[in-house]
């Protein structure tokens, strides 16, 4: 009842690859044959102090077969050096191209990355988004050079007028000394405010001639 009703459990994916495994079983069978070369060293160096004592003992036939005993262990110890060699360079091969398909996988989602933002932005749009860019840039360039040319002399002295109007308007109705003196602030000369709008039509004037040769 409990597994009809309970929540099954999912068995959890395993992260260890065909390759993984391989690697580990050439590095076990790797292993063994360290371990089977150890013996074998072991026992030559057995059978070479027991020949040298059957031969101190004037049993030189059993000297003899000892030694080719350890000849032939020799020629074992030289084949599971070549064996060894062997699964070395397989397990180093397999983990290598491990790591040539995860590059391969990387450089796949990098590209498959790549042409969705390409499909999002196309040369097309692109070129579409600057032309528009441009050409905004450039109406805004001819409102202001059609701006800076419509206004007349007079025109620019009216500006000035309404401008001291405004500064004239932002002063505290209260500035009266406490004593009830006036706080107005001395006239500005005519000769100050005539050469101060014959520069503003200098500046407006240069500005307009380089608005025109940008243009």
Do not use: H, W
């Not at 059957?54 to 077969?65: F, I, P, S, Y």
């Not at 692109?126 to 007349?152: C, F, M, P, W, Y």
């Not at 014959?198 to 500005?207: L, V």
């Amino acid at each position: 009842m409990g597994n009809i009703f309970g929540k099954s459990k999912t068995k959890p994916v395993s992260r260890v690859t065909e390759q993984d495994k391989a690697v580990l079983q050439l590095k076990q069978q790797r292993d063994k044959l360290k371990q089977y070369q150890k013996r074998i060293e072991l026992s030559l160096e057995k059978d070479r102090e027991l020949a040298k004592k059957c031969l101190a003992n004037g049993r030189k036939e059993r000297a003899k077969t000892l030694l080719r005993k350890k000849k032939y262990q020799e020629k074992l110890l030289s084949n599971t050096d070549a064996q060894l060699e062997t699964l070395e360079k397989l397990a180093s091969d397999i983990e290598f191209a491990q790591v040539e398909a995860q590059v391969v996988t990387g450089l796949k989602v990098g590209n498959e990355a790549l042409k969705k933002v390409n499909e999002i932005l196309s040369i097309d749009e692109v070129e579409q988004i600057l032309d528009e860019t441009r050409e905004s840039i450039e109406k805004q360039q001819e409102i202001d050079a059609l701006l800076n040319g419509v206004l007349t002399e007079e025109d620019e002295d009216e500006v000035l007028a309404e401008l001291e109007d405004l500064i004239g308007a932002d002063q505290p109705k209260e500035a009266e000394r406490e004593d009830g003196s006036d706080l107005r602030l001395p006239d500005v000369p005519d000769e100050e405010l005539v050469a101060e709008r014959k520069r503003k039509e200098k500046d407006t004037s240069g500005s307009s001639k380089k608005v025109a040769l940008e243009a």
